[in-house]
Each structure stands twice: as structure tokens, then as C-alpha cells.
């Protein structure tokens, strides 16, 4: 039962993260440079946990390191593209195509690569999340014939994301299943700490190129506001995942995980309605709900 309860919390966890990084993209300048100082802040408060919590060790492998610069080299257009997205459109919607991505190519990934079986509620909840997808592109379509600027961008970038967070999804399965990789907590230090240096590299090019317009823009990220907020998304995301960690020891990932991604959905969108009074029309609470349920499909 106490498992379950890290999986609550943990949901949780990841609600709080979505809107945290909205309130980010309100408080300071959007543009590549505030987003990537964003990712770079939260990679190193990851980095130092995950290195706390692994006793201050550091497992290293060829393979891992070359999967951990490769998962930091996603993370750049993850976090840029969220960050857009986040300023035109909804928590519920961003919520929804960010975690069923998650979910949904990881598992195309072990069906088609790694020969996993397919079982009838992983159908099942392919076509309903199929569904999803299509239903809310034809609601856009249409809000767009009603020209609501903005609309169609943001479906464009939310399906962007659905793709690049599913290839983070990926590249941590495919760490998963190789003999030579280090264990988990290690491969996460990695992550962050190459998503931190790269991040940080390009934060400094984009600098030297547009020095007149990008420093004005740094000044809004290091208010005290603005500070407090990466360090409670930061917060937010990797105790969501050291969560998740500590109850795989007992609850199997395959019902982990759509208990995770639908309740992300269903929360954050709760969250959004009563912080930010986001009401998501009819059309988009159905794609809403159909994603909830195509996410508890997973688990059987």
C-alpha cells in the first residue's frame, strides 16, 4: 500500500512540475535563452541529488555515457519546445501528448524492437490514443477556421513533444536492456550532468551572438521570484522520479507507469482549472478523459 502511496505522490509531483515550468514561462523573457537556463538549473539540482542519493558514487560505462549525451541532446528541443508551447495552450492539453508520449513510443519501442509481447489492452489503448490525437488535430483545425491565433502551433508543437519525450522514454528502455549499463541512479547523474554541460555551452554561443538582446532577457531569470521557481519545478520533477524509483522495487513498471501517466493528466488538469482558471472546452475533455483511460489500457 505504501508503494501506491509514492505512486500518488509522485503524480503529484510531476502535476506540480507542468505548472511550475508555466509560471516560469510567465515570469520571465520567452525566448531559447531562458529556456535553456531553466534546463540547465534543474539538470543540476538533478545531478546533485541523484549523486546524494546514490551514497555520493558514481557507476560509468562507454555505453551509458554515449545513451546519457544522447538523451541530454533530446532534452534540448524537449525543454524549448515545452516552454513555447506552455505560453499558447493549456496545462491539460501539454500534459496530456507530454505524457502518452512517454508512454507510447517506449512501448511501440519494446513491442517492434524487442519482440514484447502485445497484450489486448495495449491495443486497445493504442487505438484510443490514436483517437485522442486525431479528435483533438480536428478540434484545432477547426478553432483555427475561427481564427484563434496560436491554435494550430501549439498542436504542432504539443505533437513535437508527444514524439520527443517519447524518444526520452526510449533511450532510458533501451539503457535498460543492456548488459553493460550502469544502474539506474547512476545513468540519471549522468544524464543531467551532460544535459547541464550542453545546455550551458549552447546557453553561452546564443550569448556571444546576441549579446544586445539576450542579456536583457537573463536579467528576468535570476529574480528571486523567478530562482524560486526553477528550484520548486527542479524540486518537483526528480523527487517525482526518485519516487518512481523506490516503488519499482515492488510495483512492475508496466502498472506503474500508466498509473502514472494518467493520473499526471487527470491532475494536472484539475491544477490548471483551479490555479490558472484554464477551462478546457468540451472537445478537449474528452480528449482529456480518452487519454486517461488509454493510459489504464496499458496496464493490461
Known amino acids: 500500500m505504501l508503494d501506491y ?20 514561462s510567465n515570469r520571465v523573457e520567452q525566448n531559447f535563452e531562458t529556456a535553456l537556463t ?34 541530454a541532446v533530446v532534452m534540448i528541443p524537449y525543454y524549448t519546445l515545452s516552454f513555447k508551447a506552455l505560453t499558447l495552450g493549456s496545462v491539460a492539453i501539454y ?15 519494446g513491442t517492434i524492437w524487442l519482440k514484447e509481447p502485445l497484450s489486448w489492452g ?13 479528435a483533438q488535430g480536428i478540434s484545432q483545425k477547426k478553432t483555427e477556421n475561427e481564427k484563434n491565433k496560436g491554435n494550430t502551433l501549439f498542436f504542432l508543437l504539443c505533437l ?20 553493460t549499463a550502469v544502474d539506474e541512479v547512476s545513468f540519471t547523474v549522468l544524464s543531467c550532468l551532460f544535459t547541464a554541460l550542453l545546455s550551458l555551452f549552447l546557453l553561452g554561443v546564443s550569448l556571444c551572438f546576441k549579446r544586445k538582446r539576450a542579456f536583457p532577457s537573463m536579467k528576468t531569470v535570476f529574480k528571486p521570484t523567478a530562482l524560486g521557481v526553477v528550484t520548486l519545478l527542479g524540486a518537483a520533477m526528480h523527487t517525482g522520479n526518485f519516487l518512481i524509483l523506490i516503488a519499482a522495487a515492488s510495483i512492475p513498471a508496466s502498472v506503474q507507469f500508466p498509473l502514472i501517466s494518467g493520473g499526471t493528466i487527470l491532475l494536472s488538469a484539475l491544477l490548471a482549472l483551479l490555479l490558472f482558471k484554464e477551462k478546457p472546452p468540451k472537445k478537449e475533455w474528452f480528449c482529456i478523459f480518452g487519454a486517461f483511460l488509454s493510459s489504464l489500457f496499458f496496464a493490461f
Open 38 to 71: 531553466m534546463l540547465f538549473l534543474t539538470s543540476v539540482f538533478g545531478a546533485a541529488l541523484y549523486f546524494a542519493v546514490n551514497g555520493f558514487s558514481l557507476r560509468f560505462s562507454n555505453l551509458s555515457a554515449w545513451l546519457a549525451i544522447v538523451f
Open 95 to 109: 500534459s496530456t501528448f507530454m505524457m502518452l508520449g512517454g508512454m507510447l513510443l517506449p512501448f511501440l519501442y
Open 160 to 179: 513535437c513533444i508527444f514524439i520527443v519525450n517519447g524518444l526520452t522514454g526510449v533511450i532510458a528502455k533501451a539503457h535498460q536492456t543492456r548488459p
Open 122 to 134: 495495449k491495443a486497445v489503448g493504442c487505438a484510443v490514443l490514436c483517437v485522442c490525437i486525431v
Open 5 to 24: 502511496f509514492l505512486i500518488f505522490l509522485a503524480v503529484g509531483c510531476f502535476a506540480l512540475q507542468f505548472l511550475f515550468t508555466k509560471i516560469y
